[in-house]
């Protein structure tokens, strides 16, 4: 009897053994920690001595690597880093030839001539025009996430490909050539230049692409790399490592040896490892900022993505501009950021984020266009009950729709008392419901207040611009200003660039002075911890983050 | 016997059936799309994506394809993970997460077990109320809390063990820690009751009066028979601890499954949804049909043939 009483035991265990299978393995980090280094002495003497390593964490692992597909900031990250196309984002965000050596534009600003660097694929292959002219169709051929941004770009015959108006091969883009690459736009775009730096512009190699057919990009070894840094090891879920491409064209002034990336999902554990020295950099959550603010190392970056509040513009009352401007002037944005929210956002007075888009004479877009209806509490107050008195009613009961996080419940519930408190007779409902039904809500115009978020698709105050035209998919609001939608119009084909940037800030006042559409409450950011030998890791407000090409290590 | 095992086989198969129908129908009541930038998506460029996956197609007519596919073993392809089998996402996944659910198991059901024997015997003494108290603590103070005070002490302070990631043996101490408190305290409250009620049968008394030394009894008759009714509670516990836990997975950076499910149903990656769903489900039916079937070993009262003529 005692004997079936184990068998009972065994049996069991082996049960389990079975399904644990055997992948408890361990990353391959330590190993090449070694023979990197010897071949790589630099020739210069002050960097020689101090360990190339940047060591890393990313929020989530890498869905996928190939460019065609890539959708989300984790593989922006790597591909940016290993690849490269033929303009990449400088230390200033400016696009900058890469791969391309020479950039000839025909008279009507529509053809565009690239002439490529000689350069080669991590397998030896050389990386060729009609690399480019592949991956550009295929991006349009598999629908892949970011294909609007060939259309934004303005290429030939991308948004009737996007449509399925017509065939991927009719893409305005031809290899004349080995290392000439022809590329033909609608009409004179002067944001081509700019987006040509976004990873979906990344070139590919046809016949490494084909023979691994559907596991493309799904392991380190199945992967090419033209960039900075080669993609020497992915262990699933866990991390990957990068390693210095010696054979990159611009290799001598890559300093880094290598970059580790491990995947850390909870910023406490961020901390944690940042404090045993696992990691450089972390980013820290309010309550953490509490923690570490008098820390040396720590640190506000700005981001690029925006949080404002929608306004249904059929709904009767909030429909009137000088309600909605009583609203944006009611809101004490300095008491949401650094009394409720303190995770590094600022406040905002703009559609534009600042600090990250400059005029061709190299002043900020936001310090510019300045503050947009800031005010009292005094000034909302008289504001709104004198356009109330106009319309006629005593009171506002509305309700804001709201994606059911953390960070946004908490913003809501500032506004509704900051609302409730300044604006006499105004009442907010909370409705929070997950992210992809407010998406919905917003979408069929069914709120009142909506609490939204942007992140810019490309280096430039156009994306944050063009989305409030008429009809445009982001509008969500019925907002309709037939000054605003000529000027963007105009805007998109303007290719003198100061005159550009003047219609730009029009565009902005037309939103915000004129309709106050929106209201505007923060700019995104992160407060970090950062090592203060990490030098020149730069950082990104579109496309992916960071750029390692730069960055070194320095005691 | 074997009629009941075949019978039992059948019924598995129409439980997982009927499960999988009800995920798919309850599935598609979640308001929006599978694809990876709703934000930037425009009405137009939605239908084309939904034609293109086939979502466009009757609901009826798409269960009907997945069931189709799935008898071929096939599971689709994630969506979140552009173009990766689901097949291949658990299997990536699935390693560590059982890895520490069963060490965690090992660990927990030993000393539960100890925990739970020592204060039946010693019934309604400090002891008791002690291991009572671990027990009720180990129940109520969520893991996480546990789970964060070992990494910040054991980790940061003292740094006797890595404080996150999956580099090895070492790694895998503390989570495998921070997940046996539940296992602990649930065995041991378990142990106890069942042993409490044992000591008080007949059978016992006769053991005794036999004169059967006490260890004799206590290890031959009590504890053994105490444990009968464990192994039904262990098979479930074994199933959803090994199939990965979220919160601790995420503290100490567990490239396990089960933060995988929360995330798949967030973004509605279909394929996924199903396929996790599915796994879990036919684990558990697995494992429930397995602990019958020990039963009828480890208690000779329990009969198979009974419940075929019935």
């Known amino acids: 009897m005692r004997n079936k009483t184990w068998m009972a035991f065994i049996f069991l265990t082996i049960f389990a053994l079975v399904l644990s299978g055997c992948n408890f393995n361990k990353p391959d980090t330590d190993k090449g920690s070694t023979d990197g280094k010897e071949g790589t002495t630099t020739e210069k003497g002050e960097t020689a001595k101090v360990e190339q390593v940047l060591r890393l964490s990313a929020s989530a692992e890498i869905p996928t690597m190939d460019s065609t597909k890539a959708h989300d900031g984790v593989a922006f990250n790597v591909l940016n880093n290993t690849n490269e196309g033929l303009y990449r984002q400088d230390e200033n965000n400016e696009s900058i030839l890469a791969l391309a050596e020479k950039h000839d534009v025909s008279e009507d600003e529509t053809v565009h001539t690239f002439t490529l660097r000689k350069t080669n694929w991590s397998n030896g292959d050389p990386v060729t025009a009609a690399d480019f002219e592949y991956a550009w169709k295929r991006v349009m051929r598999e629908a892949g996430a970011y294909n609007y941004m060939l259309a934004t770009a303005g290429i030939k015959n991308a948004e009737a490909i996007m449509n399925e108006e017509m065939d991927a091969d009719e893409l305005g883009i031809k290899a004349t050539g080995d290392l000439t690459l022809e590329v033909t736009l609608e009409s004179p775009n002067p944001l081509f230049v700019t987006l040509l730096a976004f990873p979906t512009f990344l070139p590919q190699n046809q016949q490494f692409v084909e023979e691994l057919g559907d596991q493309y990009a799904l392991e380190a070894e199945n992967v090419l790399s033209n960039g900075p840094f080669k993609l020497v090891s992915w262990t699933h879920e866990q991390g990957w490592t990068l390693e210095k491409n010696e054979d990159y064209w611009d290799a001598d002034n890559v300093k880094l040896d290598k970059v580790e990336v491990v995947v850390v999902k909870e910023p406490s554990t961020g901390a944690n490892l940042y404090e045993t020295g696992k990691i450089d950099r972390t980013v820290l959550t309010s309550a953490l900022v509490q923690q570490y603010s008098d820390n040396e190392d720590f640190q506000i970056e700005k981001e690029s993505g925006i949080i404002f509040l929608r306004f249904n513009h059929n709904h009767p009352v909030l429909g009137h501009p000088e309600i909605r401007r009583a609203v944006n002037m009611a809101i004490d944005r300095d008491g949401l950021t650094d009394i409720i929210l303190q995770d590094g956002s600022t406040p905002l007075y703009g559609v534009v984020a600042g600090e990250y888009y400059f005029s061709p004479d190299g002043k900020d877009y936001r310090e510019l266009n300045g503050d947009i209806n800031k005010g009292t509490p005094e000034e909302a107050k008289a504001l709104w009950e004198k356009t109330l008195a106009e319309i006629g009613e005593k009171e506002v009961n509305v309700s804001i729709n709201i994606a059911d996080s953390e960070s946004h419940k908490k913003v809501a519930e500032y506004l509704q008392a900051q609302l409730e408190d300044n604006l006499p007779g105004f009442k907010l409902e909370i409705k929070a419901v997950p992210f992809a039904q407010r998406l919905e809500i917003e979408k069929a115009i069914t709120y009142d207040l909506s609490l939204s978020s942007w992140g810019p698709d490309y280096s430039d105050p156009m994306t944050y611009l063009d989305m409030w035209v008429k009809g445009g998919s982001a509008n969500r609001m019925d907002y309709d200003n037939p000054k605003l939608n000529n000027l963007v119009q105009q805007a998109y084909t303007e290719t003198d660039l100061s005159k550009r940037f003047e219609m730009l800030l029009e565009i902005e006042k037309i939103l915000l002075v004129e309709d106050a559409a929106i209201a505007p409450l923060y700019q995104t950011g992160v407060a970090i911890l950062k090592r203060g030998t990490v030098k020149k890791l730069v950082k990104h407000p579109s496309g992916a983050e960071f750029s390692y090409k730069w960055a070194s290590i320095e005691e | ?310």
Request: hydrophobic residues 50%; charged residues 15%; glycine residues 8%.
């Open chain 2, 1 to 310: 016997m074997k009629s009941y095992i075949f019978k039992r086989l059948g019924f598995m198969i129409v439980t997982l059936f009927v499960i999988v129908t009800a995920t798919f129908f309850l599935m598609q009541l979640i308001p929006g799309t599978p694809f990876t930038n709703p934000e930037k998506l425009t009405e137009k460029q939605l239908v084309i994506l939904n034609a293109k996956y086939g979502l466009d197609q009757p609901v009826a007519i798409q269960y009907l394809k997945y069931l189709g596919n799935l008898i071929q073993g096939d599971l689709g392809y994630s969506f979140q993970y552009d173009g990766r089998t689901v097949f291949s996402m658990i299997g990536d996944r699935i390693g560590p997460s059982a890895f520490i659910g069963l060490q965690a198991l090992i660990f927990g059901s030993i000393i539960g077990l100890l925990l739970g024997v020592f204060s039946a015997l010693r019934h309604n003494s400090v002891y008791d109320y002690l291991s009572v108290t671990i027990a009720v603590l180990g129940m109520s103070i969520p893991s996480f809390v546990f789970a964060a005070l070992l990494q910040y002490y054991v980790g940061v302070k003292l740094e006797w063990l890595p404080v996150a990631l999956w580099e090895g043996y070492s790694s895998t101490i503390l989570p495998s820690f921070a997940l046996s408190v539940t296992v602990i305290a649930t065995v041991a409250r378990f142990i106890r009751s069942e042993m409490l009620e044992v000591l008080g049968q007949d059978y016992v008394t006769t053991a005794r009066a036999k004169g059967l030394n006490e260890s004799a009894v206590i290890v031959k008759h009590v504890t053994r028979n105490a444990l009968i009714p464990v192994v039904t509670m262990l098979g479930p516990l074994a199933v959803s601890i090994m199939t990965g836990t979220l919160v601790i997975e995420k503290i100490f950076s567990v490239p396990g499954l089960g933060e995988q499910f929360t995330l798949s149903i967030l973004v509605l990656d279909y394929s996924v949804i199903m396929g996790i769903t599915l796994f879990y489900s036919a684990l558990f039916i697995l494992v429930v049909f397995l602990v019958d079937i020990l039963y009828g070993f480890l208690d000779p009262r329990i009969d198979y043939k009974g419940a075929e003529q019935a």
